[in-house]
């Protein structure tokens, strides 16, 4: 199988190996993007957050704890929005089985819409940007 974009996590051997990598301390995403993007977030109060492409939810329950009012995660991969609804139970969040470019974008409904280390898997980012707009 080809290792494209969300389908790739329906694989549970390439899932598995991910999430082992992802929870690394060392791996890029904690260690270098991660502070990063938290720098950009100082003040989450009262946030309702969108995320595309939440993969598991982690971050999403991290930012929930931040102060974040509300949470929505949309993934592409069924697996990981099984993992994301398993990881943000019992908080104020909501996750949609969707892709970025299928999500109905309500309006005026965030505060904040992020995605880490998804939107290189778009082929026409210009739409999503317009339809987040």
Known sequence: M???GSLAYE?????ESYLKRRSRPDSPNNAIEGPII????????????LDLGCGDGRYGK??????AKAYTGVEGSAAMV????????GTRAEVFHRSMEKFEYPEMAYE????RMALHYIEDLDEV???IA
């Open 2 to 4: 080809e290792y494209r």
């Open 11 to 15: 694989e549970q051997d390439f899932l």
């Open 38 to 49: 938290n720098g950009f977030m100082n003040d989450l109060k009262d946030a309702h957050i």
């Open 62 to 67: 991290e930012l929930l704890k931040k102060g």
């Open 82 to 89: 099984n993992l994301a609804k398993t990881n943000l139970y």
């Open 112 to 115: 904040i819409v992020i995605s």
């Open 129 to 131: 940007f317009k339809s």
